[in-house]
């Protein structure tokens, strides 16, 4: 079980910290798609027509839910292929669509890629097939990263909304006997652990883009924006995005929070060890911990992330995925159908949120007793499901990418991972990531707001 946990939460993060560049060379696919609404008639026949699917996805067995979807289809046939995640999975899929055959009918996709395959035409609109009718099943945040405008590109599978894990024994060892409410109370606490305990508070990624940009979506910050053509928005280094910067490169230089690389193996013996006393993550982050620090079982509490300003509640995402089918896929229908299932079927979604611990967007799995009341000896008998679920109504909706995520995480790296490594001035080091950015774009044609 360990293994599995950790397996599937780094599927989740895995784009996160993808390095390699995006626009090189693919091209628009043609393929079985149509813009004329589907009747129920097409729907019926495609579904009892003997078909082949190919499925490219790295969740784990996730075999079980597509043997569902073939009980109730016994036409359909779909075959199942993990090519890698992160890098591995995008590049090769982007090749399958540049060359024009052997792409899947439906991939797996991180909603911060979307608009990279929609640049290229390389996905089937589900508005034709019945999509949109979806939309109220699923929180409003997670429905708007697959469908921004008219079209609708994916179906959501499952999103990362942002918490506080927390080791209750540390603070209260360090007099804090709730956890830190706002932004301020957070740095207070962190001197406190830090001065009392030996501990730091938490750990700031020095590498991880996906933590920071969740920061930012908390603070109203919007730093990317596309209108689906050749325009986009870059604004890493706003007033807002500064503010926050400015907040972590304080604690980071009194030394109030580390900055190691965090998933490998030292990272993982840091939170066993109770070097850290907490874990700023998202909703796919308790299962985790619980198999990578088994030791520490009943010390950890979960708790909505601090607040900028006292008494509001808002989150931000990191992490997450959905199912998008190819434009070029030859059976259309039926890959639609497969994308719907999985994840919005009952029994399906509720198998990936409670087996293979995909944090869910679906709004009736959100609130089924069966996911949402189970209390979890790891956090203290606490229902840490519940908790997520009710942040996951407070991540703001109006949060979007630009086609080229791929070099913004990577740039990342090269630029804010290396100072916030070094202890030294995060904010500014998002002016020169601003400017990549921005020559990034322009060298590749897009106009930039």
Known sequence: ?????RRTALALVGGAVSIGLLLTGCTPSSGGGSTDTVSQDDIDKAMTTPTKLT???????????????????????????????????????????????????????????????????????????????????????AWKQVAPDAEVWAIPQDVGPMGNLYREDILAEAGITEPPATWDDYATAAKAV???????????????????IGFFWQAGVKPFGYDGKETVKIDVNSDDAKKVAGYWTDLVQQDLISTDVDFNDTWYQGLASGKYAGWLTAAWGPIFLQG????????????????????????????????????????????????????????????????????PPQVSVLEDPA???????????????????????????????????????????????????????????????????????????????
């Open 292 to 359: 990578t620090a088994e030791s520490t079982s009943g010390l950890w509490r979960a708790a909505p992330l601090p607040q900028w300003t006292e008494g509001e509640e808002v989150s931000g995402n990191w992490g997450g995925s959905s199912d998008a089918v190819l434009a070029s896929s030859k059976n259309p229908i039926a890959a639609y159908e497969l994308a719907k299932f999985i994840n919005n079927d009952e029994s399906s979604a509720m198998k990936l949120a409670t087996e293979q611990f995909l944090f």
């Open 194 to 212: 830090k001065e009392k305990t030996g501990s730091y508070i938490s750990n700031l990624g020095a590498t991880q883009a996906g933590q920071m």
């Open 55 to 141: 499925f490219w996805t790295w969740v784990p067995d996730i075999e079980n839910e597509v043997k569902l979807f073939e009980d109730k289809y016994p036409a359909i046939d779909v075959t199942v292929e993990n090519v890698g995640q992160g890098l591995p999975h995008y590049q090769k899929l982007r090749s399958a669509i540049e060359a024009g055959e052997g792409a899947p009918d439906v991939a797996q996709l991180e909603y911060q890629y979307i608009p990279s395959f929609v640049l290229n035409e390389s996905l089937l609109d589900l508005t034709p097939y019945g999509a949109d009718d979806l939309a109220g099943d699923y929180v409003d945040w």
């Open 1 to 5: 079980m360990i293994k599995k946990t």
């Open 371 to 449: 996911f949402a009341d189970q209390e979890s000896e790891f956090y203290g008998g606490q229902q840490v499901n519940k908790l997520f679920a009710q942040i996951s109504t407070t991540v703001d909706t109006d949060f979007q990418w630009v086609p080229f995520m791929d070099y913004v995480y990577s740039t990342y790296e090269e630029t804010m991972g290396t100072v916030i490594a070094d202890k030294g001035d995060i904010a500014a080091a998002l002016d020169t990531w601003q400017d990549q950015l921005v020559k990034y774009a322009e060298d590749q044609g897009f106009t930039v707001e």
